[in-house]
């Protein structure tokens, strides 16, 4: 490996270990074997650094969310489809939540790194596509503009909402059933009402 790779493999340890608030340039360059300047060669700072390194942390744990309904086959929706994705994203909070937790310190953190912010915001815009590809089965590329700026931010809103519930209290949070249960009753009363 390169310095530009040992950079974002220390960093992204670093992250797991300290958070990114706590990590330092120093902290990077001892994790990964480099020195100060190959921080500011290869990424421009720190905060750009970590930035990386967070996302390509992040970026994995999305694929786990995936539905294995039919061989894996996407295509496929309704309310079963709705339980079982959010079911994955459930267990990927339990069993990834040092990097859900360092996704709670990136949002707070974000109005005090301007210089990354922007990559952030389209790290979750990304996010969002991906969310909806996988609710809708329409391929990310294919997913026409007001689907992705209704469907995906709901699906985006109650990710955050739910990360949150189960990391603060996994005993109250709610459940993939219920949160299934609840859209499904809200179809009810809105064709009820049509």
């Not at 992250?15 to 994790?31: H, Q």
């Not at 459930?90 to 974000?110: D, F, H, K, N």
């Amino acid at each position: 490996m390169g310095h530009r790779e040992d950079l974002l493999e220390g960093a992204k340890r670093c992250l797991l270990e300290k958070g990114f608030a706590r990590t330092t340039a120093r902290d990077i360059v001892k994790e990964s074997g480099t020195n100060l300047g190959s921080i500011g060669y290869h990424y421009g700072s720190k905060d750009a650094l970590l930035a990386e390194a967070y996302i390509a942390l992040i970026e994995p744990v999305g694929d786990g969310f995936e539905s294995t309904r039919a061989g894996g086959d996407t295509g496929k929706g309704g309310l079963e489809r709705f339980q079982e994705v959010w079911g994955n994203v459930i267990r990927s909070v339990l069993e990834a939540r040092p990097i859900w937790m360092m996704t709670l310190e990136v949002i707070t953190q974000g109005e005090r790194l301007a210089g990354i912010r922007e990559l952030l915001i389209q790290a979750q815009r990304q996010g969002r596509s991906g969310l909806t590809a996988l609710f809708t089965g329409i391929e990310e590329s294919e997913i026409p503009d007001e689907v992705l700026e209704s469907e995906g931010r709901l699906y985006t809103t109650l990710l955050n909402g739910l990360m949150v519930q189960w990391l603060f209290d996994p005993e109250s949070a709610t459940t993939a059933e219920q949160l299934t249960e609840g859209l499904r009753r809200v179809m009810e009363r809105a064709r009820d009402e049509a």
